[in-house]
């Protein structure tokens, strides 16, 4: 078993350059996919500004330290990883994406800390904390960093998002652990679905006021190019394809188990029903890196892997509070901000998003069809 020790680096918004969306960077891991992805140590160590010589020297000093080659490669040709260093590549990939949530919470809470450092009468006169429990969703974090920027017109506004599913987001809530929790649902599913029966017991008219955020895609996350011809529930059970699926209590969970019943199949009939991952990003890793077939998850999670992607369903993603936190100077901003013409192009930008009645506080009925 290998010592993991984890560290963080401090640098100016945008600076750096790093092969992959990592959330936590290492040095090994950004070598390895730039030679991944150039074919060569000279095309990688142009790619992350180093020199090949230092390229070169820190691949050796890596191969020493773990007792195994990392690259098979020989004089004039490309330069491929060995079935080792893939195995570490996607292995840490992987860990990333199962993580994503926690980490991008602690790397906000960090951001929030050192704010007091550079700004101080700012931070500590001005700043507002909105602690929002919520479905991991990307869209977040892009309202996240835009919440914090002096473009947006609301700095020292905070987004403490704590992520989990959408039911135990609600739960949170009603529990007065948070301000606003964070949901998603089918806009167009009946009185009678499953999503109507998990969620009404939880949202009462009168406490609670709906508001709305975005609209996404949500659908089936396969290969490249299809390969095994997956166009529905029925499709991924008839050819036995390995499925991955999401933990209870979360809104793709739901939205799984409705479009089982849609199709008059029964959890038994997937193979893989049993395998679950924390996240959109960790079923589109494991999918990416050969473990897996297909998964649930949202358009944005599928094209940041390279995969296909197959549309089953639009959904609404929809923030939730009491009444009174109406009033509160921070949920006023954030409620200009979701209805800014600059959130809202941002939002629209993000592959399989748009922006739908973003910052309009609505009657449920009029957010949820399905709500009677």
Known sequence: MRKVELSYSLTAQGTGRTPHHALLRNTMMDVLHAV?????????????????????????????????????????????????????????????????????????????????????????????????YASHDHALNELQDIAASPVAGATGLHLDIRFCGSVDAIRALNEGRCVLAGFHTQPFADAASLSARTYRPLLKPGTHKIIGFARRSQGLMVAPGNPLRLWDMRDVARLQARFINRAKGTGTRLLLEELLTQAGMDPIDLRGYDRVESSHAAVAQAIA?????????????????????????DERYLLVCLKSALELPAVKRLLALLGSQAWQARLDRLPGYTSDHSGEVAAMKRLLPWWR
């Open 289 to 313: 890196s050969g473990d897996g077939d297909a998964g649930l998850g949202t358009e944005y999670a599928a094209r940041s892997q390279g995969l296909g992607f197959v549309p089953l369903t």
């Open 36 to 132: 991944r992805e150039r074919g060569s140590i000279s095309g990688a160590a142009r790619f992350l500004g180093l020199s090949y010589r230092h390229v070169w020297g820190q691949l050796k000093a890596w191969e020493t330290e773990l007792g195994q080659e990392l690259l098979v490669w020989e004089r004039g040709q490309s330069a491929l990883l060995s079935p080792f260093g893939e195995r570490l590549l996607m292995a840490e990939r992987l860990a990333q994406a199962r993580l994503g949530p926690q980490m991008e919470s602690l790397r906000a809470e960090l951001e929030r800390a050192f704010a007091l450092a550079f700004e101080p009468e700012t931070s500590e006169a001005g700043a507002e904390v909105l602690t929002l």
